[in-house]
C-alpha cells in the first residue's frame, strides 16, 4: 500500500507567492525567481511514500529529466540550466526517460549528458523519436556519457545490505516495450521504480501489481495547457499520452508521475512550463514541497549560453 503527499494546481498558488517572496529574498537552492507567469522551467519536486520502502532508502533523492529533444528546435538554455541545476541538486540518482533528440543526433547531445552526476548512476530508456533517430547513434551516446540504459531489464540500487530496483521498458510507441523481461530479475517482494517513456503504459505496469512508482514524459505537458484550468491540450492528439498527460497519477495503486520534460520538440510550449522534477522517496507522509520557478536560465547555467544549434 502506497500513499503520496500532494496539491492541486488551485492550492499551490498561495503558497507559491509565499515561496517567491521567500526566495526573492535570498532563501533557498535557485538564486534568481521571477513573478512572471511565464516561466523558463520549474524545479517541481514530489514526494511520494511508499511504506514498504527500505529504511535505507527514506529520504532517497532522484532527479528525473525527460525530453530533452535536442535537434533544430532546441530550447538549448533551458535544457542546460535544468542540467546545471540538477547537479547542484547532487542527487541520489538521475533518471532520463527518454527522446533525447528530435530528429537527429546532436553534438551537444554528450557535451550535456556528460556533465550530470549522480551518487548511484544515471540510468535511462529511450522514445519515440530516439527510434525514429538513430536508436544505435542515441545508444553509443548514452554509453560514451556514462548512462546506463534500461532496455528491457533491470538493476539493483543497494545502500547499507538494502536494495529497491530500477526497472526500465523500451518505447511503447514502437512497440518494443517487454515488461516481464524487464522484471524478470527482480525479487517480487522488491520496491521497484519503473522507467518508460510513454506514460499511459501505466495502467499495464500497475496491472502486474509490481511496481511502486512509474516515471514518464513524452507529452510536454500538453505544449499548451488552458490558463486557469491546468488542462494539457494537445496530449490528447498524441499515442500513448491521453490518458496520464501530466503530473501525479495512481493507477490501481501504483504511483505514476509524468513529467512535462525539460526540452522542446517542433511545437512551441504555452502554459506548459519545462520542468526539472526532484522525486523523493518516504516510508511516510511529508508535506508537500512547493515548485520552484526558474526565469533565467542563464542564472542558474552560471555562464553565457552558447548559440543555439540551428541546421
Ligand atoms: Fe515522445
Redesign the pocket.
Known sequence: MHSVSSRSHKRRLPNLRRRLRARSEGQGPVQTISRSRRPHFVHRRVDVVIPSLPDAFDGYRIIHLT?LHFGPAIAYRTVMAGIELTKRLEPDLIVLT??FVTDRLDDLLPDALNRLTARDGIFAVL???DHWTDPEGVRRILVSSGVTELCNNSMCLIRDDQAIWLAGVDSI?LDKQDLCAALADVPFDATTILLA??PDFGDEAAASGRIALQLS??AHGGSFQIPGLGIPVLSQLLKHARKYPFGLYRPNGMWLYTSAGIGRGRLPRFNAAPEVTEITLWQRPVEMADPVYVNDPAAVWGSPAPEMAIS
Open positions: 525530453d527518454g527522446d522514445g519515440n523519436h510507441y517513456h510513454e514524459g513524452h
